[in-house]
């Protein structure tokens, strides 16, 4: 008898009747409102006007939409996707037509995507690259907590069987076996890793760019990894291999992070310097 596993089997979400708002989407305003919330008041304490966040906001929302869509199709997807090039970027399947949205996006897309459109960003308003990317992943390490809570509501990229009477009873997959909550296990590493960066930074340790952003990469993707070995593989091709395609796409990111903390002394600028 399952004594210790939690019957997990929510609604889709809240039913107005004419439109059922999807619990995934509120977790998805919810980090941008939050994001933007934070972010206002770190660019009140250094000095960044109106103009700079509105304009970083809408580069960081494309290049975390496009970014990630893009990581997606071509990580996990690319033998469907190199055929159907054209719904790599269309909210459609051309055949035959049927409204998909975009239900296929990849972290690691969005982890290449935002720094390029913050270092495009970085060239026009002529301030650091790595002083925006120090504020920035304070931002993007709660909202990710949020979006893995929106995978839980969704009962997807669930995790392994526990083989014990420990877990989350996902109903959604017409199962009724324990699993590994690894949306959750990931939600409270992103809490933590969010809770040592304010700490970073109001300690005043951001003068050293880069050494929040490479922090930043090293726990987060450092717990990607471990967490992996928890999870189901997002797609076939991964079951035959070691280390999956997640924890693969990981690896460089730790190495650039490491890079990150270990020369961050050799850029120690005066916070009047943090323009160009």
């Known amino acids: 008898m399952i004594t210790l596993a939690i019957v997990w089997n929510p609604p889709l979400g809240i039913d ?3 439109i059922t708002i999807r619990y995934y989407s509120l977790m998805w305003l919810a980090a941008f409102a939050v994001g933007l919330w934070l972010f206002n008041k770190m660019a009140r304490r250094d000095s960044m006007s109106e103009e700079e966040v509105g304009t970083m906001l809408l580069y960081v929302f494309f290049g975390t ?3 990630s869509r893009l990581g997606h199709c071509l990580f996990y997807e690319w ?3 190199s055929d159907h090039i054209l719904e790599m970027i269309l909210p459609f ?3 035959p037509f049927k409204f998909t949205g975009y239900q296929g996006l990849a972290s690691h897309g969005a982890a290449i995507g935002i720094p390029l459109a913050v270092w495009l960003l970085s060239r026009r308003i002529k301030r650091h690259f790595l002083w925006l990317m120090d504020r920035l992943v304070i931002v ?14 969704n009962s997807e990229i ?14 959604a997959l017409g199962e009724n076996i324990p699993r590994h909550p690894t949306q959750l296990y990931e939600a409270g590493a992103y809490i933590a890793l969010f809770a040592l960066l304010v700490y970073i930074y109001k300690r005043g340790w951001a003068k050293a760019e880069g050494l929040i952003f490479g922090i930043f990469m090293v726990w987060l993707f450092g717990m990607r990894i471990i967490i992996e070995f928890f ?28 890079f990150l903390i270990f020369t961050a002394s050799k850029r120690v600028y005066p916070s009047k310097n943090n323009k160009k």
């Open 79 to 81: 033998d469907y996707y």
């Open 16 to 18: 107005l009747g004419f």
């Open 231 to 258: 999870k189901e593989n997002q797609s076939a091709f991964e079951d035959g291999m070691l280390l999956n395609m997640g924890q693969m796409l990981s690896i460089p990111f730790i190495i650039a992070g490491l």
């Open 93 to 95: 399947q051309l055949s």
């Open 158 to 171: 669930v995790g392994l069987p526990t083989g014990t009477s420990y877990g989350v009873i996902f109903r």
């Open 140 to 153: 993007v390490a709660l909202g990710g907590a949020f979006i893995r809570l929106g995978n839980f509501f």
């Open 65 to 67: 939409l496009i970014g």
